[in-house]
């Protein structure tokens, strides 16, 4: 190997014999090599009785070789051509027959062989599944949480503070940043319009009404289904893969106390507290629009923001963030526990914690807009 | 434990059939595991014996067969009743299986922090007992990423034996650890079975484990799909009419400790 020689192309050349095919490999036969191609070098040969194949001028060779030799012997059996491989040395030989072995081995088993019938019942089942694993999560996590308020002493207070910071304090950025564009945008929109009527001042109104009751929540809700969902959904999941959760349950500990709880308390909490922030922030980037663009002054236009959002308002906003916190941690948690044990059932779980957040998020947030008018607030 | 009443043994194992899916892996597994016993279940690689362990105790759903512990039925038991009966279990996982987010030291103490009433200075004195007798002292404030996968086998048994359980089951305890360690680990095992009278139910290829230890074993094979020899090593070794048996049980030359 120290001083190998250049090595020689791989070749085959085809010699008829008589009513006979004599094949004659010769070269380094190499898999990071070029390799003839057995179809190419057929091509207008006549049809022959028998195939032979020699490989006395081989040089080195790899399983090159011997897929070049299976591809013979395919295109020899599609013929019904006997093809003859007994002039090949006896190494050769040995393992062309168990490369044979091996790709005419029936697999047994397959264990992922699919038809669509088979398609329709697996997602089916898959359906049936998560909506049964969802329903015992929330029955689940019910009990865990009145255990917490008989037993505050055995809930993790630490996972539960460590949530808070990730899923809160370490939002804020980037809940300031978009709730502050909304404001804008929305003072923008509104200014066009209203100033047309000479109705500058109500843009505090709308901006005021629009984030209290329902931009502040459901962005903060969109922002915290994208940053925390997938990160319950991804850090559950890995657990799961590793066992994690399994080494909990043979402890006779409940995953979803243990787990779960810490994670929700924390969304519950931490939501409308960012939701509460994003409203300031979002109401700010309205006056800021207000006074650039309309020459409202900050004091006039934070009066007419007081005048027209009320108590009612804000703890409507509130009591949907609430809501959409617990969803998303629903959402990444039971995904989370429901992963395949693999690095790629790890992504799909986060990826569906965040689309099945979102998605709750809007129906909730749908359903609420028809329980505050059927109730008036 | 020899001199006790004909007693309950401590794993009852009835016609249990273990499938993933439609597949069936095992199937017609009956055999019974007296207390105090330290018990090997044996047999080539991916012939079931890690399923065998997850069907036991519970993380998997057997298809039919039932398991009692300590007299008690285990399969047919509510969650509630088979969530108490885990307390008193110890489990090592094949990957150690550590919590990734919790220090050496918080894993071990974790089973104490939820089933025991201790404070916490006499947790964390037994958690670095624990760690100490599998050789991990010094580590108590490392993640599980932070040490070898021998480290986290140890560990791992350190957890598994944090709450002196009446019933440990281990995933192969000495696989990738070096010889001395090995011994080391096994001279644990022994101890904890003479002092508490542990029932001990491991997993192994490791053939001087089992001549060390093993009281009786079961070997399972992939084609039978279950048991094909149960009994003592050195009496299957020698008689055993199957020579799949004495082939797995005569390879090594060290024979007897
Ligand atoms: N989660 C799973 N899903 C489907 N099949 C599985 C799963 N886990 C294991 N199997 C199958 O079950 C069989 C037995 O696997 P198991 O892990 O119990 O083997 P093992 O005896 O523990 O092997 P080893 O000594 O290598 O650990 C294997 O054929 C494997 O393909
Ligand atoms: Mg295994």
Redesign the interface.
Known sequence: MTSAPEPAAARATLQPAGDALDVALAGDWRLAGVQPSWIDLTAGVVLPARVRVTAEAVGTWDSALLLFLAEIAAWCRARSIPYDTSALSERMRVLFEQLEAASAANPA?A?HAENFLVTVGNATRHVVGTARASVSFVGEASLAFGQLLRRPR?FRWKDCLDQMQQVGAMALPIVSLISFLIGLTLAYQAAVELRQFGADIYVADLVGLSIVREMGPMMTAVILAGRTGAAFAATIG??RA???I?????????PVSFLALPRLVALGVMMPLLALYANAVGIIGGMIVASGILQIPPSAYWIETKSIVDLHDVTTGLIKATTFGLLIGLAGCLCGLRADRSAAGVGRAATSAVVTSVLLIIVADSLFAIIFNLLHV | MSAAPPAVPAIEVQGLECAYEERIILKGVTFQVRRGEIFFIIGGSGCGKTTLLRNLVGLEAPVRGTVRFLGRPFTEADSAARREQLKTFGMLFQGGALWSSLTLRENVALPLEEHTALPRAEIDALASLRLAQVGLAGFEGYYPSEISGGMRKRAGLARALALDPAIVFFDEPSAGLDPVTSRNLDDLVRQVRDTFGTTIVTVSHELRSIYALADRLIMLDREAQGIIAEGKPEELAAGSPDPRVREFLTLSPVHGT
């Open positions: 088993l264990p055995k890995n657990m590793n066992e994690e399994d080494a909990l349950q043979t402890l006779g500990i409940s």
